[in-house]
């Protein structure tokens, strides 16, 4: 079956950057956009970045623009969301998603039909 693991998250201060990563198995990975999503307690769940199958195209929240990057290794079946300058405000569980690729709808957080089980980061001020 389909399994999408994250790690890295974790207790960080504001300013310091991390580096989260999402390892995937059981599908035919290069086919799939992959997606980073973020949620705090009684909000909804919120696009953060996209990649393209390829790897050749990335999309990206207003709120992280410039700040995070997101990357994938198809041979390893792996995405990654380098994050910098982290704020308190970037605290949340985060969530790595996959999405067949369609060359659309990368926001959109319902196409998305695979999910990982979170990784909590937290910025202290």
């Known amino acids: 079956q389909v399994q999408l693991v994250e790690s890295g998250g974790g207790l960080v201060q504001a300013g310091d950057s991390l580096t989260l990563s999402c390892a995937a198995s059981g599908l035919t990975f290069s086919t799939y956009a992959m997606g980073w999503f973020r949620q705090v307690p009684g909000k909804e769940r919120e696009f953060v970045a996209a990649?393209?199958?390829?790897?050749?195209?990335?999309y990206y929240a207003d709120s992280v623009k410039g700040r995070f990057t997101i990357s994938r290794d198809n041979a390893k079946q792996k995405v990654y969301l380098q994050m910098n300058s982290l704020k308190p405000g970037d605290t949340a569980v985060y969530y790595c998603?996959?999405?067949?690729?369609?060359?659309?709808?990368?926001?959109?957080?319902?196409?998305?039909?695979?999910w990982g089980q979170g990784t909590q980061v937290t910025v202290s001020s």
């Open positions: 990649i393209t199958s390829s790897g050749g195209s990335a």
């Open positions: 998603a996959a999405k067949p690729e369609n060359g659309r709808y990368y926001y959109t957080r319902v196409e998305y039909k695979y």
